[in-house]
């Protein structure tokens, strides 16, 4: 069946690094959604990406949507406290939603 | 605009016992997505409701059930609890029915089974 997996499950990066997940699908997905869940919190909607290689920027987050439309990548550019959480990809395909295993992150000040 | 809303926060039951849970979308919205979320593990898919219809469940036994309300609110019920059930139930909504629509979150409910 359909599954999507994401890597690493857990992340710790000193405040400053940069930091990456990685979502990979079995089966081609029509787009990928990434959200993020604070500690005791919700998951909230981070972006969409639709289009075969398509690259969305937010201020230090990049998403990257691959070729395939198979896997997708989340990148942090120099992590502050403020982005410990996980964060969690969402692969349509048809009508159906598949979230990702998660990937926790913990920044180190 | 007021988000989606969830109850109650937090529930106490027993073995045996039957759980309810209440979730209302956001206004306009009309798909309702139940999730569990045991303690460290990603989210389950449990249940999806669009127009009143179930369109979909998870890999969860026939003891998880719902339904969707003619004003696209929720409930789902948790028959015959098990010490494994304890977990938080998320609910989301989108505003159709379609794979690209993005899902907003409710604050959850958190069920502990003893």
């Known amino acids: 069946g359909q599954q999507v997996m994401q890597i690493p499950q857990y992340q710790h990066v000193q405040e400053g690094e940069d930091f990456t997940t990685y979502c990979n699908s079995s089966t081609t997905l029509s787009n990928i959604q990434w959200y993020k869940q604070r500690p005791g919190g919700h998951p909230v909607f981070l972006i969409q990406l639709v289009k075969s290689g398509e690259v969305k920027k937010q201020k230090r987050l990049t998403f990257q949507f691959g070729e395939a439309k198979k896997n997708s990548s989340l990148h942090i550019t120099a992590t502050q406290t403020t982005d410990v959480g996980t964060y969690f990809c969402a692969g349509g395909t048809g009508n159906q939603f598949y979230f990702g295993t998660g990937t926790s992150l913990t920044v180190i000040p | 605009e007021a988000g989606v809303t969830q109850s109650p926060t937090h529930l106490i039951k027993t073995r045996g016992q039957q759980a309810t849970l209440r979730c209302s979308p956001i206004?306009?919205?009309?798909?309702v997505y139940w999730y569990q979320q045991a303690l460290g593990l990603g989210l389950q898919f449990l249940l999806w409701y669009d127009e009143g219809e179930e369109r979909n469940r998870g890999n969860f036994p026939p003891r998880f059930s719902g339904r969707q309300f003619p004003n696209y609110s929720s409930e789902l019920n948790v028959n015959a609890l098990e010490l494994e059930d304890s977990a938080l139930y998320l609910c989301a909504s989108s505003p159709g029915a379609g794979s690209t629509d993005t899902q907003y979150f409710g604050p959850g409910t958190r069920l502990t089974v003893l």
């Open positions: 206004s306009g919205h009309t798909s």
